[in-house]
């Protein structure tokens, strides 16, 4: 009686085990891990990628721009990729002061599922990225062999024939050109923004003034040697003699961030012909929503762009 007792309890535990053998092997929701960033610095208006790895057998990934927050710096958020256990997250048009530090700080709950259920939302601190100065790539002529010549970029710049041997003397009745001692550029001084904060298609303004130790020459500024960093806008140049005033309006951007306009070098010249050498940068400004122009103090800088 006993034994058969015991026999029953047995086959009764194996029944149970197999019909709860769903149940045996746990299935977890799916987890999200950050890579490091495609590099540790970036330009103003650069583009950072971070690759983010699934796992726990996600069946749907959800993952998009909008899930995602950054911090310290400001940038367009999209998601590449396919499939269920990879994505990469694409921080482009990145703004922010020199040596910011941005990093990837919230994702959003859910964007990755399975049949236990979808990932947890992720307050995190990835590895960051700081923004660097733009680097001057314009490619310079290089000197001529034989020694250093201070006149050959302007040689280069200005001439269309060789210069005469060195045996060649000069015609019995030619005078000699009387030398231009002025070699040094006119500067160019940008102005402060008539604005640090507007609304959406609100308009800013801020002069230019160029400068020389002897006296100026042409002013050339136009509107093709204005970029526009982290916004766009209509852009109009009044003004005459040595100073213009740039005049932005219809400014179009994402909250917050830290806009700015550079204008280009050689856009104004002296008597002797030097131009300016250098570019020109503004102050930065924000865009803001008009809910907040009144209680600036009260605003706080979206984590999101904007969006």
């Known amino acids: 009686m006993n034994k058969k007792l015991i026999y029953m309890c047995m086959i009764f535990v194996l029944v149970v085990v197999c019909s709860c053998s769903n149940f045996v092997v746990a299935v977890s929701i799916p987890r999200l891990a950050i890579s ?26 959800t993952l998009k721009g909008s899930d995602i927050r950054i911090s310290g710096v400001t940038a367009n958020i999209s998601v590449e990729g396919s499939g269920n256990s990879q994505r990469t997250i694409v921080l482009s048009n990145i703004q922010g002061s020199v040596g910011s530090v941005g990093y990837i700080s919230y994702i959003a709950g859910g964007v990755a599922s399975n049949s236990a259920g979808g990932s947890r939302e992720m307050n995190v601190t990835s590895t960051s990225f700081t923004i660097v100065a733009t680097v001057n790539n314009d490619p310079a002529p ?18 269309t024939t060789l210069p005469p041997s060195n045996n060649e003397e000069p015609a019995q009745n030619e005078e000699p050109e009387e030398e231009n001692d002025d070699k040094t550029p006119p500067t160019m001084e940008i102005g402060n923004l008539s604005e640090t904060e507007v609304e959406i298609g609100d308009t800013i303004s801020f002069d230019v003034a160029y ?8 002013v050339t500024l136009e509107s093709k040697d204005i970029t526009l960093y982290g916004f766009t806008a209509d852009i109009q140049i009044s003004g005459e003699g040595t100073s213009r005033t740039v005049t932005l309006s219809n400014i179009q951007g994402n909250l917050g961030g830290l806009k700015y306009v550079k204008i280009a070098k050689k856009t104004a010249k002296d008597k002797a012909g030097n131009e300016v050498n250098e570019t020109g940068t503004t102050s930065m400004f924000k865009v803001i ?12 800088e979206n984590p999101n762009t904007g969006r």
Do not use: F, L
């Open 289 to 300: 929503d008009k809910d907040t122009k009144n209680k600036p103090d009260d605003w706080i």
């Open 142 to 159: 290089s000197e001529p062999s034989g020694g250093n010549d201070n006149n050959y970029n302007n040689n280069y710049n200005n001439n």
């Open 36 to 61: 490091g960033p495609s590099s540790g610095t970036v330009e103003v208006g650069g583009t950072i990628r971070y690759t983010v790895n699934i796992y726990n057998n996600a069946t749907n990934v």
């Open 211 to 218: 400068k020389d130790e002897t006296e100026m020459g042409d």
